[in-house]
């Protein structure tokens, strides 16, 4: 779940979009995306992370093996979002 594709209206969100790579991995996997994505902005913030989190738990019973992969599936993302940033770059500097 990518900022960018939630839209909102004042404070509530009207509409998600582009799900089609939604849980096709493991949750903590898209877990660990969108907490990449909605956790950090120049830095990590914890307190978004937190309520992420709970919000998911709101909802959905954050299961032990979910939990347990969590870390290692949001380091992952981390490291896809880092490696696409880099190629986006350089592929605009190749023009």
Do not use: K, Q
């Amino acid at each position: 779940l990518f900022v960018d594709n939630v839209l909102w209206i004042g404070d509530r969100v009207s509409a998600v979009l582009d799900w089609e790579m939604s849980c096709v991995e493991a949750f903590a996997y898209d877990l660990g995306v969108a907490l990449c994505a909605w956790a950090w902005s120049d830095r990590f913030e914890a307190a978004r992370a937190a309520a992420l989190l709970a919000g998911y738990r709101a909802r959905r019973r954050l299961e032990p093996e979910t939990a347990d992969a969590l870390l290692a599936h949001a380091r992952f993302a981390a490291l896809r979002f880092t490696a696409s940033r880099i190629a986006s770059s350089w592929a605009s500097t190749t023009r």
